[in-house]
Nanobody
């Protein structure tokens, strides 16, 4: 059974940093593109960052470019989101997502339960 478990969220003052982690289990992690999404209160869920299975292609929302970094460890089956220079508008629930991109897994789509990030003084 596929599972994604996020951790690392919390309360941080503006300008601070957090590192989110997402531990995967129950599927072949190396065949999946991994992404972080977020959803603020009353807002739609939006893509924050994405990394391909080989970890050599990354994409970022314009609002986080230069501040956030996505990475992955295929041995540990974990994806990370390093968030620096946090702003109040980064406050949201952050979700980990896995999308199948290899033979036999194309179309698989898994979500974590989310972790709250609050940026406030």
């Amino acid at each position: 059974q596929a599972q994604l478990v996020e951790s690392g969220g919390g309360l941080v003052p503006p300008g601070g940093s957090l590192r989110l982690s997402c531990a995967a289990s129950g599927f072949f992690f190396s065949s999946y593109t991994m992404s972080w999404y977020r959803q603020g209160s009353g807002e739609e869920r939006e893509l924050v960052a994405r990394i391909n299975s080989a970890a050599n292609v990354t994409n970022y929302a314009d609002s986080v470019k230069g501040r956030f970094t996505i990475s992955r460890d295929n041995v540990k089956k974990t994806v990370y989101l390093q968030m620096n220079s946090l702003k109040s508008e980064d406050t949201a629930v952050y979700y980990c997502n896995a999308k199948g991109r290899g033979p036999g897994v194309w179309g698989n789509d898994y979500w974590g339960q989310g972790t709250q990030v609050t940026v406030s003084s």
